[in-house]
């Protein structure tokens, strides 16, 4: 490499002087590194679980979270009531909007979809 300068103290050197060109060279690689530790970062945070873009359109598109999941499970309101522990009508009211859903309810539907709780929330 040359183009290189050194400067020292104490009969150390202490900085190096580099061309222009090497500098960009070795700039590029080092944001390539950045960019490889934090792929590797998120990499290894991954649960592997991913939202289907159809659910997320449905969801964006007005469509209340559970009904979204059910209907994407191929279930029906009576079958997921069920597996819930809850009565259809009160489903209903989930879907519609017109009833929030106790936490206790959102966790049992969330089960019976196998999705987690934030999944379900609007």
Not at 65 to 83: C, F, I, S
Not at 101 to 119: D, Q
């Amino acid at each position: 490499m040359t183009g290189i300068q050194f400067i020292e103290r104490n009969g150390r050197r202490e900085y190096a002087i580099v061309p222009m060109p090497l500098f960009t060279r070795m700039a590029a690689l080092l944001e390539d590194l950045d960019d490889e530790a934090l792929y590797d970062k998120a990499k290894a945070a991954d649960d592997g679980f991913r939202v289907p873009g159809e659910i997320v359109s449905t969801i964006v598109g007005g469509t209340h979270p559970v009904k979204a999941w059910r209907e994407h499970g191929g279930m029906t309101q009576d079958a997921l009531a069920a597996q819930a522990g809850i009565s259809t009508a009160y489903l209903c009211q989930i879907e519609t909007g017109k009833r929030q859903g106790a936490v206790k309810t959102l966790k049992a539907l969330a089960k019976a979809l196998g999705v987690t709780l934030n999944e379900l929330q609007a």
